[in-house]
């Protein structure tokens, strides 16, 4: 009986404020992929962002190095409830990827390798809010965990991260990617719990 007591109380005093509502914390790190994992040789990786006027900015695995890479320690929430704390990412920010583009579109369709999309506003990948990353926990990215580079959106829930990315497209409106036009939220806030809509 104290024992569950105890317990109890316990959960309730640590719970931790990193935590947002309805989500639990791992240790591990879950794969969830909705098809197969693309083999995505880095020697032909290309990243690009498009905008309406029919301009391509393209990188290469050096060209895309050569930005910058920034060490970036945040939390990350999946939908399905589990959350992962503290984790250690290196990447290039979407603020240097973006320095250069110029569009007066607000909404961004990310693509991956494999046909996997999501949409996102820009205004939520600028200013320290996003990054193509290229390693976790000190490690460069596996393929079932997106390598060689990943979308990493870490206030969003984690299905906005899109694994094995190529490249963003501009868009006029907030148009649903894979999961979004399944049911998923359009915007998907962890704090705000926008799973589904
Ligand atoms: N290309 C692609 N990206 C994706 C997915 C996917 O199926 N394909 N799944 C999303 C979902 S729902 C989640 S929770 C995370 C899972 O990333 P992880 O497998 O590295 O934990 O990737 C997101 N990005
Ligand atoms: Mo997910």
Redesign the pocket.
Same mark, same amino acid.
């Given at each position: 009986m104290s024992f569950i007591t105890r317990g109890f109380t316990g959960r309730s005093r640590d719970h931790d404020p990193r935590l947002p509502p309805g989500q639990t914390r791992v240790e591990d790190?879950?794969?969830? @992929?909705?098809?197969p994992t693309p083999a995505v040789d880095p020697a032909e990786w290309t990243f690009t962002i498009s905008t309406e006027d029919g301009q391509v900015h393209r990188w290469d695995w050096d060209s895309f190095h050569a930005l910058g890479l920034e060490d970036v320690e945040t939390d990350?929430h999946?939908?399905?409830h589990w959350s992962k704390l503290a984790m250690p990412w290196r990447g290039v920010s979407l603020d240097r990827l973006f320095a250069d583009v110029e569009t007066s579109q607000d909404f961004v369709m990310a693509h @991956?390798?494999?046909g996997?999309t999501?949409n996102v506003p820009l205004d939520e990948l600028l200013d320290g809010q996003a990054w193509v990353a290229v390693e976790a926990e000190g490690e460069p990215l596996s393929p079932?965990?997106?390598g060689p580079a990943?979308l990493l959106v870490p206030h969003l829930?984690?299905?906005? @991260?899109?694994?094995?990315?190529r490249g963003l497209v501009m868009m006029p409106d907030d148009d649903p990617g894979?999961?979004e036009q399944s049911g998923y939220h359009l915007h998907g806030d962890p704090w705000l719990e926008e799973r589904y809509w």
């Open positions: 790190w879950p794969v969830l @992929s909705a098809g990350i999946c939908v399905t @991956s390798y494999g996997y999501t079932e965990h997106g990943r829930y984690f299905w906005k @991260s899109a694994k094995w990315v894979f999961w």
